[in-house]
């Protein structure tokens, strides 16, 4: 047995700490960012902010908002084909602005061709809960063979060396960085194990980077401020669940408890999502994550301005000119 002593940090460890600035209104602030990939052909130019693979947040109507924004869905990975014929005959999306998710079965493998030749998708996430098995690896290895030129990523992981195996020997342009930080994520309780999502996103994002890749910091945003100090810590995109949950454009009924009104948010292993997708629990897995009960926050566009707003007045704090600099101006202060 081995312990590291050195402390890890989470968003609410820390607070960025104000510095001189020239930047006079949050308008001079700029979010889009373009990014070009380590395998990928692509360049991609937007607000590197992505909702959510969950079956409540990456949805076709979270979409529409977002992507008017700019901003990534990635879209879970329920929806079948027919789904997306149907959505692709009435109305298709933007191949820049969302991505669709996988597990590492090998019928995804015919999955993911129909859906990519139907959609033109620019972008892949390989999604399993442990990204640390091999065979995440060389199933990501396989994907690159066949779609050489699309931007993949893969996790979850939250440690340097699999960030760099991911990269190196998976052939991802993207890592997905957060064991157990989500907000409807059990796994901390059930297991034990976990990386403080901070330290994961800083040891993470320096890995990435140093060997040509980019990291995507996925749970335990709780409001802007947690965005910022993510990209003050490196992250080059962030994904979040909770945030966009609870609104109009998510599925599922409003529920009245004592005259306030409610919308259900569920982890994607809690006990709600695996009766919903596969009939069950398995009996010898217990679920690892939760069913929350979220107030309504009406629209989704309410919600995307509040995080660009406080995005753009963090960087007016500390005179960063986009989201870039802000990793390279801030100074964290331990709380
Ligand atoms: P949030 O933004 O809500 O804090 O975190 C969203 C992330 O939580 C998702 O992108 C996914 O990585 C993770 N997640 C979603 N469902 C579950 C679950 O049931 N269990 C665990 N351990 N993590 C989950």
Known sequence: M?????????????????KRTTIYSRSEVELEREFKFLYAKYKWKGVPIIAANMDTTGTFEVYDTLSQHKMITC?????????????????????????????????????????????????????????????????CHKLRVCFPNLIIVAGNVATRDMVEELIINGKVDGVKIGIGPGSACLTRLKT?????????????????????????????????????????GGEDFVMCGGVFSGH???????????GVKYKLFYGMSSEKAMKKHYGGVANYRAPEGISILVEDKGNVEDTVHQLLGGIRSACTYINAENISEIYDKSTYILV
């Not at 081995?2 to 104000?18: A, C, S, Y």
Request: proline share 5%; net charge negative.
């Open 75 to 139: 879209l879970h990975k329920h929806y079948n084909l027919k789904d997306y014929q149907k959505r692709f005959a009435d109305n298709p999306l933007d191949p820049e602005y969302f991505m669709i998710s996988t597990g590492i079965d090998e019928s995804a493998m015919s999955y993911l061709h129909d859906i990519v030749a139907l959609t033109g998708t620019k972008w892949i996430c390989v999604d399993v809960a442990n990204g640390y098995m091999q065979q995440v690896v060389s199933y």
């Open 192 to 232: 034990g194990v976990g990386v403080p999502q901070l330290s994961a996103i800083i040891e993470c994002a320096d890995a990435a980077h140093g060997c040509g890749g980019f990291i995507i910091g996925d749970g335990g945003i709780t409001c802007p401020g947690d965005m910022a100090k993510a990209f003050g």
């Open 2 to 18: 081995k312990i590291e002593t050195t402390p890890q940090l989470d968003f609410h460890n820390v607070l960025i700490r104000p």
């Open 248 to 258: 109009d454009e998510n599925p599922g009924e409003l529920i009245e408890e004592d």
